[in-house]
């Protein structure tokens, strides 16, 4: 598998019958953390991997937006596997939380950039109180 990374601008390209398409994985990792965070029941994302938790630590960005966002692509594949490591609202159904964020996260990218999404994968780090 091969990620792409969200702190380097890898360029995404989709070539159709009027020319080529080119979206960076910021701009993709910005997406899916939008999405995400804007369903209810999410309280914040948490760093994804070593790289996201020390930029968090060590730059305090802990509210950029792509914070929690991993992006995979299948070797010859252009579908994408998406991991979201997120926090919840204390006393929501988890199940429910996690079933429309994957059906939000999915249908938002398969709608805004035309690539097909293979699975997204909701991680739960935590709960709190709000």
């Known amino acids: 598998m ?3 990374p969200t702190g380097v601008n890898i360029m995404i390209r989709i070539d159709n019958h009027l020319g080529s398409i080119e979206l960076t994985s910021g701009y993709l ?3 899916i953390g939008h999405t995400a965070t804007s369903c209810f029941g999410v309280v914040k ?5 070593a790289s996201q938790g020390v930029r968090t630590a060590i730059l305090k960005k802990s509210d950029r937006i792509d914070n929690g966002v991993r992006v995979y692509s299948p070797k010859d594949s252009t579908q ?3 991991d979201l490591h997120i926090t919840v ?3 929501v159904n988890v199940a429910a939380i996690t079933d ?9 990218v398969e709608s805004e ?4 999404v293979r699975k997204v994968n909701v991680f739960v780090d935590g709960m709190e109180n709000n």
Not at 100 to 108: G, H, L
């Open 2 to 4: 091969n990620r792409l």
């Open 29 to 31: 990792s910005a997406l």
């Open 45 to 49: 994302m948490n760093p994804a991997g």
């Open 80 to 82: 994408l596997i998406i």
């Open 89 to 91: 609202m204390y006393g």
């Open 100 to 108: 429309s964020i994957m059906n939000k996260v999915r249908y938002v």
């Open 113 to 116: 950039t035309g690539l097909s």
